[in-house]
């Protein structure tokens, strides 16, 4: 079971709304510099002695500008949505440490439920029609305040809180474009990328059916939540050898594989692997690393293919991901021909 309880009550950071957060606090504080001009504006017309012309003078300005400020703040909702984006950590540049969950093969299904779940919250749409509802609030209330400042009803002046109305209602309607979810949601991509995921592990597994491999999540802390720096699957062979195969899930790494064995094998398993097909097409890439504990071999594929700030990489068809899938467990299977035969 490994981690398995660890991983599923994990907070995930899968969204990255920075963006957003900062276009909110623009509106913020634009909203309150409307709110304080505007407010001096309706004063100054509220000022003036009550007659028809001035009261059309403030029903017309209130209508006029009320009307496309709740349809501009809609469309900045629109934009902040579209700010959203799932959180890429290398982005940020490599983590000085990260944390590593090991769970079994067949619970990754039940760790992506949990994170579709907290997921989904992004998702929350609104009525389609309060768009609609904020011009008509706009409509009545400057209606009813033209009349009171008319017929001088009521012990003051509403005229002012005009600005106020206003304010609220423009808010209301960034709210709604911030929730209209347009195209695909996020729990669509999220299944997208789940698809590649899954696919990719499933075949790789099916070369090593025998080896009893651990999916290896590695995540670094930012705060209170955990964002999701690889997903990689780990054998742990005969001879004291790892053999790991990376997915590249964030922009700082690639598709790879990881052999760890005695200093004795590495060299030969080393130039066994660059006999490799796709290392003489240049497609793949073999290096000798040096480590504390000794000397490893990685192949990294050449190619970005999966990177959670692109959706292009994930969000394909599904006969792309199997081709995908289908050449990284030809490599697998390759790889551990080799290790079967040297080793």
């Not at 991983?7 to 623009?26: E, G, M, N, P, T």
Request: overall charge negative; aromatic content about 12%.
């Amino acid at each position: 079971m490994g981690d398995l309880e660890e991983a599923v009550k994990r907070k995930y950071l899968l969204v990255d709304s920075w963006d957003a957060i900062h276009q909110h606090s623009l509106i913020v504080g634009f909203s309150l510099l409307i709110l304080i001009i505007y407010t001096i504006f309706l004063w100054f017309i509220c000022s003036m002695t009550p007659s028809l012309h001035t009261s059309l003078l403030l029903l017309g300005s209130q209508i006029g500008l009320g009307l496309p400020a709740t349809r501009a703040y809609y469309d900045f909702g629109l934009s902040a949505r579209s700010m959203l984006k799932f959180h890429d950590f290398g982005a940020l540049g490599s983590p000085n440490s990260t944390e590593d969950l090991s769970i079994s093969i067949g619970d990754l299904s039940l760790v992506f439920e949990r994170m579709n779940m907290q997921i989904a919250k992004y998702d929350r749409g609104v009525l389609d029609d309060l768009n609609d509802i904020a011009w008509f609030i706009i409509i009545v209330w400057s209606m009813i305040s033209s009349f009171l400042f008319l017929e001088q009803l009521g012990p003051f002046s509403v005229c002012p809180f005009g600005a106020l109305v206003l304010v609220v209602v423009c808010i209301a309607s960034y709210y709604t474009g911030f929730r209209t979810v347009r195209g695909d949601s996020f729990e669509e991509d999220f299944s997208h990328l789940e698809f590649y995921v899954n696919t990719h592990i499933r075949n790789i597994d099916a070369e090593l059916p025998l080896a009893n491999g651990m999916i290896i999540i590695q995540l670094v802390r930012k705060r209170r939540k955990y964002a999701i720096v690889d997903i990689l699957v780990e054998y742990r062979l005969q001879n004291k050898m790892i053999l790991e195969y990376h997915l590249g899930f964030s922009s700082a790494h690639k598709e790879r594989f990881i052999l760890e064995a005695p200093y004795d094998l590495i060299e030969c398993f080393y130039e066994k692997m660059k006999e490799m097909a796709v290392v003489k097409q240049a497609d793949w890439i073999i290096e000798q690393i040096t480590t504390q504990s000794g000397k490893i071999l990685r192949l990294v594929n050449q190619r970005k293919t999966l990177d959670i700030s692109e959706k292009n990489t994930f969000i394909i068809g599904p006969s792309v991901v199997n081709k995908s899938a289908l050449q990284a467990s030809s490599i697998m299977r390759n790889i551990a021909a080799i290790l079967q035969q040297e080793g």
